[in-house]
């Protein structure tokens, strides 16, 4: 039994043995928060976790003859604003604008076996009726007529709970939705560090650190996407937590559209989440008998520091979140063009790239940007999803049957959510266009947006990408979105329906996805916003992968892949090696790092074979044949961190096996220094201490490998050539460990 009720008492207890999470009815019929963290014993009644007993002079209370129990000293599941509670609250909802301090009072409960799917959304689910259970609150508000329900999902293996919310109006009137939180978590003191994963275009998901103090700290998104900037992704950790050891609550929102996620600290130092939409700019009418679903937050409870956290998103994520599909298959190895060819190229270039590229032992070839419309530029053609006979007069059918021929399956870049003014999608059509005809519209790489708010133009773009698919036998689509959205109207919505346009507009992306996925789910997606501009947990619903960053430096993806690692497997994180100099950076590394840090992610290659010297070609079909014979290790393995590059010149990190049987450690060193130890060693993680690993011609047991460390090779330190076996600048190494008797 997962979830334990006290009806007498009106107590909830989800617990599985890692974690635990309890709540109550309170006297004036809310919902009270009594404790989330490590698994608690289930016990007849938990009131004693609830203490009423901080009256001020300054605080108001609910009851005359009850001055403890006020609303803003008391932890809480779902809060609102302005009956004793003056922090930010979860909902704010009305009545056509009617003035009414919302009151949301329990009214019943339901426990469900398994997890019911949130109609439109993405979100985690369970693999059958013993995987998990579900608690849904039932509250009522009577002057409202409305029924708010609280989603409470345990998983029964995970120390894991998600949650949702969902508002259903049940009277005759309109309501108007101003805020609608996915989740609220209220901690009992501020001794947190919050990390988060900040950046921009080029180096996204760098970690970021401070201290959680009085007042508001938040992360969020304005453009319609997740975006490069703020993650939806949040941790508050204990000071002395390390990635090892310590407490630590981690939060992550299944949404790709504008989010906030806050941690707000009140007078006495108590510590109030909240993860949900946007509220800035969002306004959702709900008529009578409808209901208003928000996304999905998953927050995890981990005593096993930061990795402990990660690994539990890790196997949610790949257990109970990505197409079913895709859990167990091989990603292919995959090269794509636009690195080699840009908007330059014609069948003849693309077939000999496809011809060498299959000799190295490559499995997928992935045509880039430039094969539609009249596109010799990025300023042209966006929405005219039909062949360029120009580059390709025999059409992509010929083509794609080419690349099949030399035994690669064919893939496709798409930008479907966007349109050129310069298309002839735009003269037939101005009006599908995001914003408004009577005012200016923002460009973003010479593009405007199309309408996703509006069912037709989603029928028009899955009529011209499922018949594509068919056309092709398409294997792979990488789904593009290059701008972020400015004018964020819509031309078909009411003027106070314009706050819904943002929701409306992800959900017709969702539903897009939705029905490609169900047609073709032989079709692998990797969703991509300019690299990692909508990399969150809502697009691996649908796409297993996403392009990490346009930035393919191995040196930048260092930072970028730890970062992400924070909430996200290795196996979403599309990684390539690419040529020298680096597109985006002008740095040179060896083939070799670019590699060793590809290889820790969904491998393949963004360069031209044709250019490559026969020394590179071998160097490359090495690669290739390694990364296939580890990558179910690195598809199935538990990721370790082991030194970060936010602290130093190195980075290190490993991957190892559900049954510590093998492992793969990755070891990069940046810059060179000089006089460096002869000797030095690197602290593993994860081994079974009682068993012997191979690597290297040598062997230790897994406790050796944990407390005294894996032997690097000799460093060069000035004097010492005849004898160093590494040296210079952007080393790396990666060591496979393999369990003898």
């Not at 708010?148 to 109006?169: A, E, G």
């Not at 941790?235 to 310590?246: D, I, N, S």
Request: hydrophobic fraction near 35%.
């Amino acid at each position: 039994m997962l979830i334990h009720t006290n009806p007498e008492k009106q107590q909830f207890h989800l617990t599985n043995g890692q974690i635990s999470y309890i709540f109550h009815v309170m006297k004036n019929g809310q919902l009270g928060h009594l404790y989330f963290g490590k698994a608690l014993r289930n016990r007849a009644d938990f009131s004693h976790l609830q203490a009423y007993d901080v009256p001020t002079a300054a605080s108001c209370h609910v009851y005359e003859d009850d001055p403890a129990f006020s609303l803003e000293t008391v932890r809480q599941e779902y809060p609102a604003y302005g009956n004793s509670d003056f922090r930010e609250p979860a909902i704010s909802v009305s009545k056509e604008a009617e003035p009414h301090v919302p009151n949301f009072t329990y009214d019943s409960f339901t426990i469900l076996e398994g997890k019911p799917k949130l109609e439109g959304l993405p979100a985690t689910y369970a693999n059958d009726n013993q995987d998990a259970s579900t608690l849904q609150i039932s509250l009522k508000d009577e002057f409202l007529e409305a029924e708010l329900i609280l989603n409470y999902t345990i998983f029964r293996d995970k120390p894991v709970i998600t949650r949702s919310t969902s508002l259903k109006n049940k009277g005759s009137e309109y309501l108007e939705i101003d805020r609608l939180m996915g989740a609220v978590l209220d901690l009992p003191n501020k001794d947190f560090i919050v990390t988060h994963l900040g950046g921009t275009w080029g180096r996204e998901r760098h970690v970021k650190e401070r201290k959680l103090e009085m007042g508001i700290q938040s992360i969020s998104s304005l453009r319609g996407a997740s975006s490069h900037h703020h993650n939806p992704f949040m941790a508050l950790k204990r000071p002395f937590t390390t990635e090892h050891t310590g407490e630590v609550y981690g939060f992550n929102f299944v949404y790709s559209s504008n989010f906030i996620m806050q941690v707000e600290v009140d007078h006495y130092g108590m510590a109030r989440v909240m993860v949900g939409i946007h509220p800035f700019g969002f306004k959702w009418i709900l008529p009578p008998g409808e209901l208003f679903q928000t996304p999905e937050v998953v927050m995890v409870y981990s005593d096993q520091g930061l990795n402990g956290m990660s690994q539990a998103f890790h196997h949610l994520y790949r257990d109970n979140l990505i197409p079913d599909q895709w859990k167990r298959e091989e990603r292919p190895i995959l090269i794509n063009n636009w690195e080699a060819t840009y908007f330059d190229f014609d069948e003849e270039k693309l077939v000999n790239i496809a011809n060498s590229a299959s000799e190295l032992g490559i499995e997928l070839f992935v045509l880039d940007d430039g094969w539609f419309g009249k596109r010799n530029d990025d300023t042209s053609s966006l929405g005219d999803w039909q062949v360029d006979l120009n580059k390709l007069p025999n059409g992509l059918e010929s083509l794609a049957q080419k690349i099949s021929n030399t035994g690669m399956k064919f893939g496709l870049w798409f930008e479907p959510e966007m349109i050129s003014p310069n298309s002839e999608l735009y003269k037939e059509h101005p009006d599908w266009a995001v914003g408004l005809s009577n005012q200016p519209r923002t460009l973003g790489r010479n593009q405007l947006m199309l309408d996703f708010s509006r069912p037709e133009i989603v029928d028009f773009l899955y009529g011209k990408i499922a018949g594509i698919i068919k056309q092709t036998n398409l294997s792979y689509i990488k789904w593009d979105m290059n701008r972020n959205i400015t004018e964020a109207f819509s031309q078909k919505l009411a003027t106070n329906q314009q706050g819904e346009f943002f929701h409306r507009y992800i959900l017709g992306v969702y539903s897009l996805y939705e029905r490609l996925t169900k047609e073709f789910p032989h079709v692998l997606f990797e969703s991509c916003a300019g690299g990692g501009g909508r990399f969150d947990p809502g697009m691996f619903y649908y796409a297993p992968q996403a392009w990490t960053s346009d930035d393919t430096d191995a040196v930048e993806r260092l930072k970028i892949q730890y970062g992400t690692s924070f909430a996200y497997p290795l196996y979403s994180m599309g990684s390539h090696v690419s040529a020298v100099p680096n597109h985006q950076t002008l740095r040179e590394t060896p083939l070799s790092t670019r590699a060793n840090t590809a290889y820790f992610g969904t491998f393949g290659y963004e360069l031209d074979p044709l250019s490559l010297t026969e020394e590179e070609r071998e160097e490359i079909k090495k690669q290739v044949i390694f990364y296939k014979e580890h990558r179910r290790l690195i598809r199935d393995g538990d990721f370790y961190r082991l030194m970060s590059p936010f602290e130093g010149n190195e980075t290190a990190w490993m991957v190892v096996s559900q049954d510590q049987s093998e492992a793969l450690v990755g070891y990069y060193k940046v810059l060179a220094t000089p006089n460096s130890r002869k000797q030095q060693t690197l602290l593993l993680s994860g081994l079974a201490a009682d068993m012997a690993y191979a690597v290297e011609g040598k062997t230790y047991f897994g406790d050796e490998l944990m407390q005294v460390g894996l032997q690097l090779p000799t460093e060069f330190n000035g004097v010492n050539r005849q004898v160093a076996k590494r040296g210079g600048d952007f080393q790396s190494q990666v060591f496979y460990l393999k369990c003898v008797e």
